[in-house]
C-alpha cells in the first residue's frame, strides 16, 4: 500500500451566532434540521467539562472523516482527497489519529466548551486493544466501524445549564486568507420558524419487539462509549 506524504494543514475559520434555548432542545432541533443537512449526528455530553457545566452537540454536513474498520484507516479530507493505510507496529492507530487531528489548524476560542474537532466514537474493541486488555479483538455482530471521527462544518452546541445554544459554521481551507462562509443566519430563520416535520407511518412491531430491540440498543451504546475528542 502506498505510503502518502503528509498534508498541507486546513485552516479553520469559523462564524458564530448565540440563541436563547429556553423553547428548544437538542432532539427537537435535531428534528427541525436533519432533513436540511447530510448526515447529522446528535452527541449528548455525560461527563461535563471544568466548568461544571453539561453540553449536547449536534453536527452537521461532514467535510472530513476518520474510520478504521478494525486493520485498515481510510481518510478523507476537505478538498476532497482520500487516504488508506494499514494499522501496524510502525504505523500504529494512536499515531494515525494524530497525523489526521494534525491536517487541522483551529485558532484558540474564548468559549469554555468545545466548539470544533473531531466527533465520533471509538468501540469497546478497539480499546481493549490498546489497553492490552485482550489478546486480540472480539468480532463484532454489527456493521458499525471499529473507531469513525469526522470533522464537521456546522456544529451547534447546548449549555444545559445557561439554556442557551451556540451555532458555529466552519469553512476549511489550504489558504489560511480565504473568507469564510456564512450561512448561520439562514440557520437561525429555520430554527425560530419552521416547524418539526412529522411522517405517516406504520409498524409491524408489537410492544414485546420493540422492547427487545430497545434492550439491544441499550447494550450496543453501553459497549461503544461515544463523546466529542478536543483537538
Known sequence: MEVLSQLAPFTVRSQHRYLRADTLTPTGVFLRLRDRFANPVLLENKAPYGDG???????FEPVAR????GSVVKTSYPDGSTRQKTVSRKAPLP?????????????????PFQTTGLFGHTSNGVTQQSEAILPESVPSQIDVAEMM??????????????????LF???YSENPNAEPSDTLDTLVY?????????????TTATDLTTLVVAGAGHRVAGRSPIYPARW
Not at 66 to 69: G, S, Y
Open 53 to 59: 457545566a453539561a453540553y449536547s452537540y449536534l453536527c
Open 95 to 111: 499515531d494515525q489519529l494524530d497525523r489526521f487531528r494534525t491536517c487541522f489548524e483551529v485558532p484558540v476560542t474564548q468559549f
Open 190 to 202: 429555520w430554527l425560530k420558524n419552521q416547524a418539526t416535520p412529522t411522517y405517516p407511518f406504520e
Open 149 to 166: 471521527y469526522q470533522v464537521f462544518r456546522h456544529v451547534l452546541v447546548f449549555h444545559h445549564q445557561k439554556k442557551s445554544l451556540h
Open 169 to 171: 459554521e466552519h469553512s
Open 66 to 69: 476518520f474510520e478504521f474498520d
